[in-house]
């Protein structure tokens, strides 16, 4: 099992970037997905989860209206397009595939500043 994240990078606030997490191993209609975050000196949160039917999702607080997860199965990709990004966003940003077990990719460095 594998997950690749990529996508991240430096943008100012207000700005946009879109994570991708390919994954290879596993069939996202059977597990669920999810994005977390860690900044430095904090622990790792959640931040975005999609159902494996793709039909429920979840938000941090904290970036309801402004992020967005969704996922292609035939291409075996989850995204996480992040909108009106906050220098609080700061992070590295996780993807996660859940079902009996948990999957966790590399993480990804995102950086919001001017």
């Known amino acids: 099992v594998q997950l690749v994240e990529s996508g991240g990078g430096l943008v100012e606030p207000g700005g946009s970037l879109r994570l991708s997490c390919v994954v290879s191993?596993?069939?996202?209609?059977?597990?669920?997905m999810s994005w977390y975050r860690q900044a430095p000196g904090k622990e790792r949160e959640p931040v975005a989860y999609?159902?494996?039917?793709?039909?429920?999702?979840h938000y941090h607080t904290s970036v309801k209206g402004r992020f967005a997860i969704s996922k292609d199965d035939a291409k075996n990709t989850v995204y996480l397009q992040m909108d009106n990004l906050k220098p609080e966003d700061t992070a590295v940003y996780f993807c996660?595939?859940?079902?009996?077990?948990?999957?966790w990719g590399q993480g990804i460095q995102v950086t919001v500043s001017s």
């Open positions: 996660c595939a859940r079902y009996s077990e948990a999957y």
């Open positions: 191993g596993l069939s996202l209609s059977t597990y669920s």
């Open positions: 999609i159902s494996n039917y793709g039909d429920i999702t």
